[in-house]
């Protein structure tokens, strides 16, 4: 199984912060790699696709990037709403959909 | 609008059964291959089970293997998962979801499993 390790696990920023959470592959994913954002209570909505697409709707404040087996999310400018826990995501089969540990980045 | 609505979960004790369904709307249900994911309290989320868009391929985690059942009934834009020798650390927060490694994943509202004596 592909296992993801992402950290830091706790971040503390501030507003208007450049923010970097990273994940790290246990093998090649060919970009199917995904970021999450969840708050208290709901349930995990979809910021970035294969790496680096922004979907429809998430501020453009939000990126994604690769190099070789590490990924990496970057909130540029973060906002107050931003505060939350971030997961990476890999689904390079429909076998197996591994989670990272998760980001909570609090004030 | 897309929307999936989970319903189905509450106490059980252990060695009990549980079934989960998932009511889905908006989207072509029949094109998706559909997914349970669960997150128990504090934790991160965790694939459980998902189901090929006919339904011909289902894949389980090990971890419910042998004791969970994913199904679907596409005329009903339905997805059910068939929970039996439930333990406790079965306790979790179920969400279905589809999951395509694109834009379009959608997730429920989820709904909660508490197993417990």
């Known amino acids: 199984d592909i296992q993801m390790t992402q950290s830091p696990s706790t971040l503390s920023a501030s507003v208007g912060d450049r923010v970097t959470i990273t994940c790290r592959a246990s093998?090649?994913?060919?970009?199917?790699l995904a970021w999450y954002q969840q708050k208290l209570g709901k349930a995990p909505k979809l910021l970035i696709y294969?790496?680096?697409n922004l979907k429809s709707g998430v501020p453009s404040r939000f990126s994604g990037s690769q190099s070789g087996t590490e990924f990496t999310l970057t909130i540029s400018g973060l906002q107050p709403d931003d505060f939350a826990t971030y997961y990476c995501?890999?689904?390079?089969?429909?076998?197996?959909?591994?989670f990272g540990g998760g980001t909570k980045v609090e004030i | 609008e897309e929307q999936l609505v989970e319903s189905g979960g509450g106490l059980v004790q252990p060695g009990g059964s549980l079934r989960l369904s998932c009511a889905a709307s908006g989207f072509n249900f029949h094109k998706y291959w559909m997914t349970w994911f669960r997150q128990a309290p504090g934790k991160g989320p965790e694939w459980v089970a998902n189901i090929k868009e006919d339904g011909s391929e289902k894949n389980y985690a090990d971890s419910v293997k042998g004791r969970f059942t994913i199904s679907r009934e596409n005329a009903k834009n339905s997805l059910s998962l068939q929970m039996n020798s439930l333990r406790v650390d079965d306790t979790a927060v179920y969400y279905c979801?589809?999951?395509?490694?694109?834009?379009?994943?959608?997730w429920g509202q989820g709904t909660l499993v508490t197993v417990s004596s």
């Open positions: 995501q890999q689904y390079t089969s429909y076998s197996s959909l591994t």
């Open positions: 979801a589809t999951v395509t490694g694109f834009s379009d994943d959608f």
């Open positions: 294969k790496v680096s």
């Open positions: 093998q090649s994913l060919n970009a199917w």
